[in-house]
């Protein structure tokens, strides 16, 4: 470059070349900067001269030419002291400057030196471009406040500071507005630069025969050094700077204006935060920070020098507005943002949100792009016009006794009032009297209405007193102590107005079962008086019709479950539509069997009345559970009240002992009329039985006997007059409803066997009964009452002494082959004794030669037995060629999933350990005895985990992908990482329950017994052949080539290695074709 300039110098009229050290592909070597001044001299044409970044550039007094080794104008206090270390920079451009031959240069570094060559400013400017991270432009127009001119700093990092201020020392006589900007991000940086100011503002001087710094300052950074307001006399002329953060601005600013003997004379203060310029909420300042702000506010007041604060939120605010405001006021105005009003928020009304699905196929097969429904409980006008519901269930939801446990008050304004409503209600956060206490004021007890037209934005604070966190128990305790003993409860209120939504003028329902939720008679009170004071479109509730044209009539009312087509084509349509407007809950749609309470009873008892079913003749009640003797009574009371009914069904009904015979006291008293129960020729029975005819009547094959026709036969002695149906001969036709009975109905069946063996003993010897009529005979091959959750050991007891009773007869002694009351669950160790006594009386009987067909007690096979023991097994180490003992039990979930059936013998009873430990005592050369517990596949899937539980904050025991009644996800803020899955509570208990089970029948076996047990999942593919299970218990191996029963049927490993052999060929096939 300097070449360059030395061949173009008689040309050159403009240079602009970087100099300095800053990384830059343009600027010249270091050591050529001198070389390039003095060429720069021989440029007599030169008119504008750049030397960028001059301040930086490496100059060594060593490479001065001789004539540039004066100071010129520059003091020697100056050059000798305060800027030493920029001495060469200034006499090499004060002697490039001042050669002759650069007479017509008119601009340096933006610097007019033709107007400004002999003037103090001239000297001020050169000097501030020798020093380095300073950028300067001086307008030399007098300020409005009286200065000379305007002087624009920007500092970077590297700036001197001390040094720029002395050397606007220079300019003493003619005070500038110096308007500072320090260009670096680090707020500590910018701090720290503005700090070094306090000592030239405050009036420091410094030294002999040293101009005072005159200039006043404007700092146009958004932060202020708290060191510089502390530091500064009051009389420094610092005219305006800017804060972001009145939290830590607030003292220093408090010792700028009212530490000193007067304000600081600041004329502007600008208030710019740096996140929000408007909230909501006014921010909450201490006590003792309230007193700062008090004496900021009055020292600016009375301040003569200031004018305005300018704030992002409210713009500019004249120290005349000042005087007029409040405390508060001032404090939101230097908090720097404005206080909006709140929005006009929607109250919202107590409210659950119910998961419900549209139909039991979309329950069952859940595809990816379907959206959840939610059906809110109440149902409020906006819900009710989206969902446009016509048919909805809440069956067996459990209302009433799940609101109880969790509907908690606090969660809602309204019901949460007792805690929220006093003083502080419309009191905002960072108000100046947020925590006074105030006395409670007379409108404190206005009534809802009043509040409601009351425009004041409401907070609902916690009283101070109430000392609890939101969602406790006390909270909801101090909700309760404030309420009327006499005034419903908030769960009651809540369930009340959920049905009042449900059946409102908005409501578009056609369809509604609430049955299972524990209503009781107050609530269905209200469900029957809201159907006959409104104009509801409702045409069935529970399944039973409400309006008068379609209840009289309906000639036949079933009663079938949850009523709910759970039938699945498997060929269907995949784009078949389910039908708009319906909505089942997921506890519906799970339920097999539904639970009929108080409430409900009391509904079937007022709808189902003579006077609107007059012409009612067939009633069917099928899986249905009434625990309460309440409930049964308000549905015999309904039966006996409707004299047109002719058939009654009832079929798989859960009933306590008391309650069936309730219910077959009705059915008694109902029998004159009644033609048809359950296929039963009832009527005709009785007349029978009264009349003067000596026949009996040949009963249908038909008949389901469980509890009420085997009772009624008993307890109206009708078995004398009626016979068996002729295909009963070989055991067909007997529809015994074994897992459905209770005592009434076992008593009845032990009625039923001791009426036809006194008939065979009336008849003779078993040779002359093998030529009895069908009529006389009693051709019954099994007894199955496995699975039985309600029949107990004294009916037990009597089946088994009505068995091996001498005067049974010989028909029903040789058909009469298996004998079951496995999982039933509340026999205990007297079922035990008595089965263990009846199978002694049978292999008593077998060495007397008259042993009868009876071959299988709970899956024993006592016919196997004798013969092994016959043959010598159990001599000398014979045990192992003996008969193995193989339990297999099923550890159910904690919901059936999506309609699965559940297993049929599920799981050991006391009575079940004790008889087959019995059992092992009995027969020792039974080889060893091995219980095996099946895991369901789907044990841990997400759909058995926590279901319909409620939503909590935090970590929850049990992981679930939905929460409140099916809700969203349950979320924590206790770990990002989700914390690994384990078995919900549910699960674990079940597995123990079985585990338990095992350890019952290992301690009472004999000691010599080899016991085993084992614990796996269920085979995929085989869960149906699992569930339906073994019937027999000895012998079942799976290398066993005796893995079939007598009639034929393969055990199930026999089945479950078949189905498996079969998939593995065909899989065979598939790839051998590829």
């Known amino acids: 470059v300097p070449t360059l300039v030395h061949d173009l110098s008689r040309t050159l009229t403009t240079v602009s070349v970087a100099v300095g050290t800053p990384s830059n592909r343009d600027a010249i070597g270091q050591s050529r900067v001198m070389e390039l001044m003095r060429v720069l001299t021989r440029c007599t044409a030169l008119r504008s001269l750049n030397l960028l970044a001059y301040a930086s550039a490496v100059l060594k007094e060593s490479q001065l030419p001789e004539g540039w080794t004066s100071i010129g104008s520059a003091p020697r206090w100056l050059m000798d002291d305060k800027m030493r270390r920029y001495r060469v920079h200034w006499q090499a451009l004060y002697g490039l400057l001042s050669t002759t031959t650069l007479a017509g240069l008119e601009n340096f570094n933006d610097i007019d ?147 000193r003997e007067k304000p600081l004379p600041v004329e502007k203060i600008k208030v710019e935060p740096k996140w929000i310029h408007s909230s909501l909420a006014r921010k909450r300042f201490t006590e003792q920070q309230r007193q700062l702000l008090e004496g900021v506010q009055a020292s600016l007041i009375r301040s003569d020098a200031f004018q305005l604060v300018q704030s992002a939120g409210r713009g500019e605010v004249t120290r005349e507005e000042i005087e007029t405001m409040s405390p508060q006021d001032f404090a939101d105005l230097l908090s720097g943002y404005s206080v909006d009003e709140p929005p006009e928020q929607e109250k919202y009304h107590p409210r659950v949100p119910w998961r419900c699905y ?10 990816e792009g379907d959206e959840p429904m939610f059906v809110p409980f109440p149902l409020d006008e906006e819900a009710a016009g989206e969902l446009q519901l016509q048919k909805l269930s809440f069956c067996m939801c459990d209302l009433r006794s799940r609101l109880l446990k969790q509907a908690r008050p606090d969660e809602w304004p309204a019901s949460s009032q007792p805690i929220w409503h006093g003083p502080q209600r419309h009191v905002r956060p960072g108000d100046w009297d947020e925590f006074e206490c105030k006395p409670v004021a007379e409108d404190d007890d206005r009534e809802d209405g009043a509040e409601d037209a009351d425009e004041r934005p409401l907070r609902y604070h916690w009283r101070p007193a109430s000392v609890f966190k939101i969602g406790t128990k006390k909270a909801t305790a101090m909700v309760e102590q404030v309420m009327n003993a006499s005034e419903p409860t908030f769960a009651d209120t809540l369930l009340h107005e959920g049905l009042r939504s449900l059946l409102s003028d908005t409501s578009s329902l056609k369809s509604l079962d609430l049955r299972g939720n524990g209503l009781t008679r107050e609530d269905a009170n209200l469900l029957l008086n809201l159907i006959e004071d409104q104009e509801t ?45 319906e909505a089942f809950a997921r506890e519906a749609l799970e339920a097999e069997i539904v639970r009929m309470d108080e409430g409900d009873g009391f509904i079937f008892l007022s709808l189902v009345s003579p006077q609107w079913f007059s012409e009612l003749v067939r009633v069917e009640l099928k899986r249905l559970e009434i625990p309460q003797d309440a409930t049964l009574a308000h549905i015999t009371d309904a039966l006996l009240n409707l004299p047109s009914i002719r058939e009654l069904h009832l079929s798989q009904l859960k009933l306590s002992g008391r309650g069936a015979s309730l219910l077959l006291q009705a059915v008694a008293e109902m029998a004159p009329k009644l033609d048809i129960l359950n296929g039963l020729p009832l009527a005709r029975l009785v007349a029978r039985r009264d009349g003067a005819d000596s026949n009996t009547m040949e009963l249908p094959s038909d008949i389901e006997w469980n509890d009420f026709p085997l009772g009624a036969m008993a307890r109206l002695s009708l078995w004398p007059a009626a016979s068996l149906p002729s295909s009963m001969v070989h055991g067909i ?53 496995s699975g039985n959750p309600q029949i107990t050991d004294d009916t037990v007891g009597d089946l088994c002494h009505t068995l091996q009773h001498p005067s049974m007869g010989a028909s029903l002694r040789h058909s009469l082959r298996d004998l079951s009351v496995r999982s039933c669950m509340r026999l205990k160790s007297r079922s035990a004794l008595e089965l263990q006594s009846f199978v002694m009386h049978i292999r008593d009987a077998g060495r007397g030669g008259d042993s009868g067909a009876l071959q299988t007690i709970n899956g024993v096979d006592l016919e196997a037995l004798q013969n092994v023991g016959r043959s010598g097994a159990g001599v000398g180490g014979g045990r192992a060629a003996g008969l193995p003992m193989v339990l297999r039990t099923h550890v159910e979930p904690f919901t059936i999933d999506r309609g699965h059936p559940r297993p049929k013998l599920a799981a050991l009873s006391e009575c079940d350990a004790l008889f087959f430990a019995s059992m092992l005592h009995l027969w020792p050369h039974i080889s060893y005895c091995h219980v095996h517990i099946i895991l369901p596949i789907d044990l841990n899937a997400e759909s058995h985990s926590s279901q319909g539980a409620f939503l909590t904050w935090g970590r929850s025991d049990e992981p679930s992908d939905e929460g409140l009644f099916g809700g969203p996800m349950i979320v924590t803020n206790d770990s990002p990482y989700p914390p690994p899955q384990s078995s919900a509570k549910q699960v674990c208990g079940s597995i123990q329950s079985h585990l338990d089970a095992a350890k019952r029948l290992f301690e009472a076996c004999p000691f010599s017994t080899q016991l085993r047990v084992s614990l796996s999942p269920a085979v995929p593919g085989c869960a149906d052949v699992l569930l339906d299970g073994d019937h027999r218990v000895l012998g079942l191996l799976p290398s066993s080539n005796a893995s079939t029963d007598r009639q034929g049927e393969p055990s199930s490993f026999m089945q479950v290695k078949q189905r498996l052999q079969v998939k593995a060929q065909a899989r065979r096939r598939v790839e051998g074709a590829r």
């Open 733 to 785: 036709g007997f529809n015994l409803q074994g897992q459905h009975l209770t005592d009434v109905g076992l008593r009845g069946l032990c009625v039923m066997l001791r009426h036809f063996a006194g008939l065979a003993q009336a008849s003779g010897t078993a040779a002359s009964m093998r030529s009895t009529p069908s009529s006389m005979a009693l051709q019954l091959t099994r007894i199955d009452l």
């Open 358 to 367: 549209p139909s039991f196929r979309k329950f069952v097969q859940i595809e």
């Open 537 to 581: 479109t409702l045409l069935r509730l529970n399944l039973i019709p409400v309006t008068v044209e379609e209840a009289q009539s309906t000639r036949e009312l079933v009663i079938d479950g949850t009523g709910i087509n759970k039938d699945i084509q498997e060929n269907e349509d995949e784009d078949i539509e389910d039908p708009e407007g």
């Open 113 to 259: 030196v033709a107007s400004m060559r002999d003037r103090p400013e001239f000297t001020c400017l050169l000097l501030l471009q020798c020093l380095e991270g300073l950028a300067v432009q001086l307008s030399m127009e007098p300020t409005p406040t009286g200065e000379a001119g305007t002087m624009e700093t920007k500092m970077m990092k590297s700036a001197d500071v001390d040094a720029f201020c002395d050397v606007l020392r220079l300019l003493g006589r003619q005070p500038l507005l110096v308007a500072l900007t320090c260009t670096d991000k680090s707020t500590e940086v910018v701090k720290a630069q503005q700090a070094k100011l306090a000592g030239p503002l405050s009036g420091v001087p410094a030294g002999e025969n040293v101009p005072a710094f005159n200039h006043s300052v404007v700092l146009r950074n958004n932060q202020v050094s708290e060191v510089l307001l502390k530091s500064l006399d009051c009389r420094a002329p610092l005219r305006e700077f800017c804060y972001e953060n009145i939290t830590m601005t607030l003292p220093a600013l408090w010792a700028a204006l009212c530490g």
